[in-house]
């Protein structure tokens, strides 16, 4: 499958490792409204041909993960994950909410340390390092759900 024109498609304007990548591929999200939808995922070329390191966070693609090893197929079109890097993603979305509680939740992410690239003044993404990073940043972000001042998804679906 190939983007057409008249598909979505989602960019990263500042991808975290952008120094890093030396590539764009996609990854294939889906069909919406009589259109596929796709993510623009920037990665660093591997000594093996259609592998590469994703090197942005991805803010919509399920199941992969800053710094993962992945393959494409000819089209350069993501097919599977070859090796996890071992990142944990969060998607954060604060649209609607109170700028001033949505710039202090904004410090409150940096202080637990993960990247974070932003897709739009709505929706964050961040990548934890390891387990225990990603635990807290879950916690925090679900007491955030909870309190009514974001909504937060994990990226992986199992």
């Given at each position: 499958?190939?983007?057409?024109?008249?598909?979505?498609?989602?960019?990263?304007?500042?991808?975290?490792?952008?120094?890093?990548?030396?590539?764009?591929?996609?990854a294939h999200l889906g069909r919406k409204n009589?259109?596929?939808e796709w993510e623009q995922l920037w990665g660093q070329k591997t000594a093996v041909p259609l592998r590469f390191i994703v090197c942005c966070i991805p803010f919509f693609a399920r199941d992969v993960d800053?710094?993962?090893?992945?393959?494409?197929?000819?089209?350069?079109v993501l097919q599977r994950?070859?090796?996890?890097?071992?990142?944990?993603?969060?998607?954060?979305?604060?649209?609607?909410?109170?700028?001033?509680?949505?710039?202090?939740?904004?410090?409150?992410?940096k202080e637990l340390g993960p990247l974070m690239e932003w897709s739009s003044e709505n929706l964050l993404a961040l990548s934890?390092?390891?387990?225990?990073?990603?635990?807290?940043?879950?916690?925090?972000?679900?007491?955030?759900?909870?309190?009514?001042?974001?909504?937060y998804e994990a990226g992986h679906t199992k």
């Open positions: 499958m190939k983007y057409r024109s008249g598909d979505y498609e989602a960019i990263h304007q500042s991808p975290i490792w952008r120094d890093r990548a030396d590539f764009v591929f996609a009589g259109r596929n800053l710094g993962d090893e992945v393959e494409t197929d000819a089209d350069y994950v070859v090796q996890r890097s071992g990142q944990f993603t969060f998607r954060v979305w604060s649209g609607g909410k109170d700028l001033s509680a949505t710039q202090e939740i904004q410090e409150e992410i934890a390092r390891d387990t225990d990073q990603a635990r807290k940043l879950a916690d925090y972000l679900q007491a955030r759900e909870g309190a009514g001042l974001l909504q």
